[in-house]
């Protein structure tokens, strides 16, 4: 990793997207699936009613996510993965938005890396200002121009510090380079791999010497002869020259480390909340089905990520094209399937329990035998039994 440290990352965003996720595989694979699972996700406006919150379908906020940048050709689920690939390499991502007015009627994301942030010193109102910068073009931010969404990173030692991210490359670093090194030291052994050793002499009495240039190529001929082709796969050759192979590849145990490549992408997962078996690990044996591996990467990783976007997404978009603040964006779960057999499960078990509380309605016995039933049968408590069955319903 040039100048980084032996097993760290460093915090250049730069170099975290092209060495921690551009040229790691298992990074690659686990941030991709965030975003294309993520984007699956139907996001919903829904409005504040005298009753609650209400779904509204034709909003001028649908309108800016069926074009938000028409000069880019981006679509809402550009946007929606350039945020999240910046989030999680850097620790942050940028939006910006645009319009004739006040109203944002596009958006576009900034790049991490372009992107310095510049405060004040008063820790309680740090006044934050952002500064974009790729090649020649300049452009300043307000905290109100610009949506953050960052990682919490504890560990700053000044006020300009703190609005930086936390990238989950720097968390996952050990691993990240690990990795790296594991394909960099294939690619070595399959580019560079040459000869697997040399046969030689064994043992020369006193003074003797070694074979010279004619008898060497007359027993590397032979040698070759004997020992290449497939029919000569696992064959004992035997000489009458007293002869010794030496070794120059790899050993058996470095191969074994060359090949482990497991456990980078296990803690990479856990980096994430992932369960490894959803990447084509088929030692884990984590979970029973893959259902239930789904069903932690919705509750685990979706749920938290959608509320982090949700959050700013109202206060930046929602908010600004309706100041009144009576509109929100949410990420609808409804009808994740690996979420709705949960759903299904309880709804059957409410059922039983609905079931269960008739058949003691209608028994043969008191009313106050009835409520006991209801208590120590149903988890109900004395109140709730004697709503269901007041002192005056007869037997």
């Known amino acids: 990793f040039g100048s980084f440290h032996a097993n760290k990352l460093g915090s250049n965003p730069q170099k975290l997207i092209q060495q921690g996720f551009e040229e790691n595989i298992d990074v690659y694979s686990v941030f991709t699936k965030t975003y294309e699972i993520f984007n699956s996700i139907p996001q919903i406006v829904e409005r504040r009613t005298s009753e609650g919150w209400e779904i509204e379908e034709n909003t001028t906020i649908h309108d800016l996510w069926a074009n938000p940048n028409a000069e880019k050709g981006y679509t809402w689920n550009d946007i929606n993965t350039q945020r999240m690939i910046y989030l999680l390499c850097t620790g942050s991502s940028y939006m910006v938005g645009d319009g004739l007015g006040s109203r944002w009627d596009e958006v576009d994301v900034l790049p991490s890396q372009s992107v310095t942030i510049t405060t004040g010193q008063d820790f309680f109102m740090p006044n934050p200002k952002y500064q974009f910068q790729l090649g020649q073009q300049t452009r300043n931010f307000d905290k109100d121009d610009l949506q953050q969404i960052k990682l919490f990173n504890p560990a700053y030692a000044s006020v300009q510090e703190s609005q930086y991210g936390l990238s989950v490359i720097q968390v996952a670093a050990r691993a990240v380079k690990t990795g790296n090194d594991k394909w960099d030291a294939q690619a070595s052994l399959f580019q560079n ?123 930046f978009i929602a908010w600004n094209h309706y100041p009144e603040r009576n509109r929100r964006i949410r990420h609808d779960f409804s009808k994740i399937e690996a979420l709705q057999k949960d759903k299904k499960a309880e709804a059957e078990k409410d059922k039983i329990r609905m079931d269960g509380i008739n058949t003691v309605l209608n028994m043969p016995i008191s009313s106050e035998g009835k409520r006991s039933l209801l208590v120590s049968d149903y988890e109900m408590t004395e109140e709730q039994a004697l709503i269901i069955i007041p002192n005056e319903q007869a037997l």
């Open 193 to 315: 791999r040459g000869a697997i050793g040399f046969v030689t002499g064994s043992n020369p009495p006193a003074g003797g010497r070694p074979m010279d240039a004619k008898e060497a190529e007359m027993v590397q001929e032979a040698f070759d002869m004997r020992q290449a082709g497939s029919k000569n796969f696992g064959r004992t050759l035997v000489t009458n020259k007293d002869m010794k192979f030496q070794q120059m590849a790899m050993s058996s145990t470095d191969l074994e480390l060359v090949k482990n490549g497991e456990i980078t992408l296990r803690a990479i997962c856990n980096t994430m909340g992932y369960d490894s078996s959803l990447f084509n690990d088929p030692a884990n044996k984590t979970y029973n089905n893959r259902l239930e591996a789904e069903k932690a990467m919705y509750t685990n990783v979706m749920m938290p990520l959608a509320e982090m976007f949700d959050a700013q997404d109202t206060r």
